[in-house]
Each structure stands twice: as C-alpha cells, then as structure tokens.
C-alpha cells in the first residue's frame, strides 16, 4: 500500500505500531504459553460439506504459496458451525467466500516469504520506520502478528481457522466492503482500524457477529481470519479451558492427525528473514 502524505499520517503510523506490538504481545505473551490438549478431530473438506449441505459458498482459486493446493478443511467439529454461518449469509443476500484453510508446515513457512505477502508487509515496515530498512529481528516481529511466524500460534496449521470474504449473491464478483480486499497489510488490517469508512466498519461488525453466533471468534489484527476451538478461541472468549486443536501434520490420505512435536520453533530463520528483505528491496526499488 502507498501511504499518502497527508496531515493523519503520523497518527496512522502510531496506530500501527500500537496494534502490532499488541498482536505481538498477544502471540508471544499469551499465545505461546496456553495450553493445548490436542483432540485429534478429524479434518472435513469445506466444499464437500456444503455441497452435501445445499449451503452456497464460494472458494478461492488463486494458486497458494509454490503453486500448492488450497486446503479447505476444518475440524470435524466446526462444520455445523461453518455450514450455519454460510447459511446465515445466504439469507442475508450474502455468499461466504473462503479464502484460505489449512496450511501445512510448507504452506505456513513460504506463505510469509512470498512477493505479495513480504513486500507488502515490508512497505509498511519501512513506512513505520521513516524509511529505514528493518532488521530481520524487527521483520520477524511484525510478520509475526500477521503470518504466523511459529506453529503455535499458527491457527491454519491447527486446522481450525478460515480466511474470508464475503461477496454478494445477486452480484458475486462484487465483494462486501470491508475497507480493503483480502489480503491487506497496512493501518487498514486490524478489525477495528479507524482508518476505512463508515460502512466498512458496520459490515466487519456484521459479519464478525454473524460468524461469532455460530462459534467462530475473530483475530483481532486481521478483519479476515475466524477461528473456533483454539488457543485463540479460548483466550480471547475467556474460557480457561484448553485449546482442543493445535497445529499439526495431516495426512490427506490416511487421515492421520499428529501434533507437532515442538510447536514452538520458529518457521523461518534470522538468515532467512535476511535474505528475503534483501530480495524485497530489489523487488520494490
């Protein structure tokens, strides 16, 4: 995203800096520690459910990280609550678009190293800084609020988090104004950003209280990411009781569900965050 110079940059630029260190705080500080009792659900495929559900949702086709396979799938036990939520849009006029599903250790590892992802989030960086270049310390503490730098935290991975939009169903090609399309990284990406419109914010109110009646909280610094049953759900709604899901190896074929033996190791390495700054600033120059 471009910033403008305009007399509400300095506060914009505040306004991110608060966030994210928040979400970092979030990760590291309340995340990282909760505990995890792995229930070993099995995985259902999304478009299979609500085709057999009469429930009209879309998909994305855009190719993921390394041309791999989207995977739309979620726990065994999230797919009443999804089907009611796609349903709960289909009577608004709406059509839930999902975007992204699972990831698996590959997906989640480039997913934040990709042009689309790394530029964007290191523009903003740079702009946070006044134009300074980042250390791979400093990237890896923003992108960690925003692509999930460790297993962990890492929701996809648990199998128990989507990435949505929502688009209208007398008009699909025509998407819900949310204040920016999916994927966004700028001021504008946390859920209650000041910086969109009026109606942006009423329609990601609407639709995070649609998505929370059938079971699904939103990640407070993405306006697109829902969860259940994880250490996000658990925290944020204030629970105490353990998060049932947490990331794993899926095997697609055996239907396998094996948590990490170390969740808490980092994707990407300093060196590794080093040499895709240095390939980003020759992208962006």
């Excluded at 990284?185 to 639709?207: G, L, Y």
């Excluded at 649609?210 to 629970?239: C, I, K, N």
Aim: glycine letters at 8%.
């Amino acid at each position: 995203m471009d910033h403008p110079s305009t007399a509400d940059d300095a506060a914009r630029r505040a306004y991110w800096t608060e966030q994210f260190e928040a979400a970092h705080s979030f990760m590291f500080n309340d995340i990282l520690p909760y505990p995890v009792q792995e229930c070993g659900e099995a995985f259902v495929s999304l478009p299979e459910a609500a085709a057999a559900a009469g429930v009209e949702v879309h998909f994305s086709e855009r190719p993921h990280v390394r041309q791999l396979e989207r995977l739309y799938y979620l726990r065994e036990g999230q797919i009443s609550g999804f089907l009611g939520a796609a349903r709960a849009m289909n009577a608004r006029g709406w059509i839930l678009r999902v975007e992204d599903g699972y990831r698996t250790r590959e997906i989640q590892k480039y997913l934040g190293r990709t042009p689309q992802v790394f530029d964007g989030v290191l523009r903003s960086v740079m702009w946070e800084l006044g134009g300074k270049v980042p250390t791979p310390e400093f990237m890896f503490r923003r992108c960690s609020a925003l692509v999930a730098t460790v297993p962990k935290f890492g929701t996809h991975m648990s199998g128990s988090a989507i990435d949505i939009s929502v688009v209208w169903r007398d008009d699909p090609a025509r998407e819900v104004d949310r204040g920016a399309p999916y994927i966004e990284m700028s001021e504008r990406t946390p859920m209650d950003s000041p910086f969109v419109s009026p109606q942006a914010r009423a329609n990601r109110q609407a639709i995070t209280a649609l998505m929370a009646q059938h079971g699904f909280v939103a990640y407070p610094w993405e306006f697109w990411h829902y969860s259940s049953g994880d250490a996000y759900d658990q925290f944020l709604r204030g629970t105490g009781q353990p998060a049932r899901y947490g990331a794993v190896d899926w095997d697609p074929h055996t239907g396998a569900v094996l948590p990490l033996e170390d969740p808490t190791l980092p994707l990407n390495s300093a060196e590794e965050v080093r040499a895709e700054i240095e390939a980003a600033l020759r992208r962006i120059a």
